[in-house]
């Protein structure tokens, strides 16, 4: 008998041409070169150019350690908090761990204005009170290493861009956080490439929001967040209005900046992504059943053929496959400093996001149901924003 079947390695095979073809791409989206990290000596800069602007809603139990980290930033820094109408004294926990040697300024958010995304909302209100020529737009679950605000100023004008920004290092502490959470960044370069955001080319743009250092001017250029006002996916709609505007920006991973939100089983990471994960996809039905087809290729085919196929070269171009998709997710886990055992995981990975996607799209079908008169899932939102490379 053959050792070669028609039909299984053709199975096998289309698995083989997703992961191999992801490893072939000239943009490499699988690596991580694009790093950003506080200088190994603290940059004494004087930091009076920058207002850190920070958009919080019920961050009490984190926004001291955010505070605290921005003290030990350099001199000068100015900072606008925007308390987005919090029921657990986040203003009043900010207040006590106020930084010395910086300007706090904690604005009482007003209620959310018809047509504005809440994070949004709550930058815009702190927009007003900023007059420095630079803005670091920070989550309030975000903490960063001493000096790192002085090596995003450094990047920047070495780098020559009107947008930096930093996918900053999520909790991977306990175990859906360490499934899941290399992934996330995984699967965002790969739909994001940095190589591609950060080039001179607009048709790929890219910010991750938890940290963007952007130019007053360049914002205000583009119309200000009033231009963003109902996006969905804020932060790439903001890079690519930037982009858009002949401006370059720039991403980057960093161990510097370290998200503080915990994660403590797969529901709080299903709601995390499928807030959205369909408008990543634009709301197209077309375009999630084939991000459904893609998945269950390049996931589950090759294992399919592995276990169930007869003929030994259905099963080694099985395994070419397998291997592949290994090959293309390790340094993500090398870089994370994760087991590279994780990656065997991927098939369950990749259907967990799956998943999550389809959630994300039946919330949205049951919310348009349920609303009727044709009026969109995110009411008064745009969702024109929300688009993918």
């Known amino acids: ?19 191999l073809g992801i490893l072939a791409l000239p943009w490499q989206p699988w690596r991580t070169r694009e790093r950003l990290e506080a200088g190994a000596k603290t940059i004494e800069m004087d930091l009076s150019g920058v207002t850190v602007l920070i958009p919080a809603r019920d961050e009490a139990d ?14 000068g820094l100015r900072i606008v908090l925007v308390d987005d109408r919090s029921g657990d004294g986040t203003a009043t926990a900010a207040r006590r761990a106020a930084p010395t040697g910086c300007r706090l300024e904690i604005v009482a958010g007003a209620p959310l204005a018809r047509g504005w995304a809440g994070k949004l909302w709550a930058l815009e209100q702190g927009l007003r009170r900023v007059e420095t020529p ?18 995003l100023l450094a ?59 952007l130019e007053r001017e360049a ?18 709609a903001l890079a690519r209005r930037v982009k858009a505007s002949g401006r370059r920006t720039w991403i980057g991973l960093s161990h510097s900046a370290k998200s503080l939100r915990v994660y403590g089983g797969l529901g709080a990471v299903w709601q995390m992504v499928a807030r959205s994960a369909y408008t990543q996809l634009r709301y197209s ?15 589950w085919l090759p294992l399919l053929v592995l276990a169930v196929a007869p003929m030994l070269g259905a099963k080694l171009i099985a395994a070419t496959a397998l291997a592949a998709m290994i090959a293309g997710y390790l ?29 994300s799209a039946i919330a949205f079908w049951r919310a348009r149901r349920t609303q009727g008169k044709g009026r969109p899932y995110t009411k008064d939102l745009d969702s024109s924003d929300a688009t993918t490379p």
Request: aromatic share 10%; with cysteine.
């Open 219 to 236: 914002l205000a250029e583009i119309g200000g967040f009033a231009a963003l006002k109902g996006a969905i996916i804020d932060d790439c």
């Open 331 to 359: 340094p993500t886990l090398v870089y994370y400093r994760r087991s590279p055992l994780w990656a065997l995981a991927m098939p369950a990975i990749g259907t967990l996001y799956l998943a999550m996607t389809c959630g």
């Open 1 to 19: 008998m053959a050792p070669f079947d028609p039909l299984w390695s053709s199975l096998a095979l289309a698995g083989a041409v997703v992961w």
């Open 62 to 75: 984190v926004i001291g350690q955010t505070l605290a980290a921005l003290g030990r930033q350099g001199p």
């Open 285 to 299: 039905l077309a375009l999630l059943l084939l991000c459904t087809l893609i998945f269950v290729v390049a996931c």
């Open 155 to 213: 990047a920047k004008q070495e780098k020559g861009v009107a947008l930096l920004s930093l996918m900053v290092e999520l909790r991977m502490r306990g175990f859906w956080e360490a499934l899941l959470m290399p992934a996330f960044v995984y699967f965002f370069k790969l739909l994001y490439p940095f190589r591609l955001a950060n080039a001179k080319t607009r048709w790929v743009a890219a910010a991750a929001g938890g940290c963007i250092l």
């Open 134 to 151: 630079l803005v670091l737009l920070l989550d309030a679950d975000i903490e960063l290493a001493p000096g790192l605000v002085p090596s």
